[in-house]
């Protein structure tokens, strides 16, 4: 899956109306990933990665504990591509995510979901980038 399909996908599956937590976007696009091959489901969770390991930078996430880190870059995904986008412009664009603790953990579980669904088994995913917080060494170099 390409960076455009991915960002496609996410804007298809996101919800017309509130969504807190991309509750509802994480079941949409499970449903959607779960009535596809694997390697759409494989494809969407490297580019999911992708997109937070480049989310992981010191400019964003240095007042904020692992698990709260993790999950707003999820919701600035969540958000869509030109929320993403401005947030890797200006790191001031980040703020709304972190002060009000905008979380979207869901997200990160609808590739995992969708593999199980498809095939009966967990999956034990294991991306080219790893969507944990402080993984990204050049993003929190000094």
């Known amino acids: 899956m390409n960076e455009d399909t991915f960002w496609q996908l996410i804007e298809e599956c996101r919800p017309a109306g509130p969504d807190p937590d991309a509750e509802q976007l994480a079941v949409a696009l499970t449903e959607h990933l779960a009535q596809s091959p694997v390697y759409v489901v494989t494809g969407f969770a490297e580019q999911l990665s992708w997109m937070l390991y480049r989310l992981d930078r010191k400019e964003l996430g ?10 707003t870059r999820s919701a ?21 995510f ?38 990204n060494t050049a993003g929190w170099a000094v």
Request: hydrophobic residues 40%; without cysteine; glycine residues 2%.
């Open 98 to 135: 972190a002060t009000d603790l905008i979380w979207a953990e869901s997200l990160l579980y609808a590739p995992d979901h969708a593999y199980e669904r498809i095939t009966g088994e967990e999956w034990d995913r294991n991306t080219r980038y790893s969507y944990e917080s402080h993984i």
């Open 76 to 96: 600035v995904v969540a958000a869509g591509r030109t929320t993403f986008e401005s947030v890797l412009q200006d790191p001031a664009a980040f703020a709304p």
């Open 62 to 71: 240095q007042n904020l504990s692992s698990d709260a880190f993790l999950y």
